[in-house]
């Protein structure tokens, strides 16, 4: 991550979040910015896991024929999947096509719907009490922390596939359990529900 940028607009961005429009709109409208619910926090986890080995931003230019993919990232409807909707998605050039990450959707709807509360309230059991003052630069923003090491760990142990600390962590940032807009961003902070 590079230090603030000026966008064409006249606004001061993170440096990631100024280099393409599909990268503004998402850094403006999405990123870091509190998101509840079972489904929606799906779509994430599945998403980061996807992004595994890739650029993110082919991953968001690929998230409409994803959620198309995937019926909306149900929980309940992709924990149904079998083999032939496994084929299916092999199938669709619309999303990354890699097998074991497929598998692992399908495997972590599953382990999704057999959590007593649900997936909101043990992801943001993880989420860290926010920071004092927002990161001044892209070196002070941490690829990993203990909580997301924790995150990690718990979802393993809960039989979450594609979930490292460092996929933890970009969940984090990217769904607003931490704050990683840097000092100056024009996004303002948006406490946590």
């Known amino acids: ?5 000026i966008g064409a607009d006249g606004l001061p961005r993170c440096g990631w979040g100024a280099g393409t429009p599909d990268y503004v709109t998402y850094h ?5 910015r509190p998101l509840r619910g079972d489904d929606a926090l799906f779509e994430r986890i599945t998403l980061e896991a996807f992004q595994s080995g890739l650029s993110w931003l082919t991953i968001l230019r690929k998230r409409p024929a994803f959620r198309l993919a995937f019926d909306g990232f149900r929980i309940e409807t992709v924990a149904g999947y079998g083999e032939p909707d ?13 097998r074991a990450k497929i598998e692992a959707a399908v495997h972590n709807a599953r382990a999704a719907l057999a959590l007593p509360d649900g997936l909101d309230a043990l992801l943001w059991s993880f989420a860290p009490p926010p920071r004092a003052a927002r990161p001044r630069s892209g070196a002070e923003v941490p690829a990993l922390t203990g909580e997301s090491t924790a995150l990690a760990k718990d979802l393993k142990r809960r039989g979450f596939r594609f979930v490292g600390p460092t996929t933890a962590y970009a969940l984090m940032q990217a769904t607003g359990m931490v704050d990683d807009h840097l000092a100056g961003c024009h996004v303002t902070a948006v406490p946590a529900a």
């Open 1 to 5: 991550m590079t230090d603030l940028v």
């Open 28 to 32: 403006d409208e999405e990123w870091g």
């Open 86 to 98: 496994v084929e299916r998605l092999l199938a669709d050039a619309g999303i990354v096509r890699n």
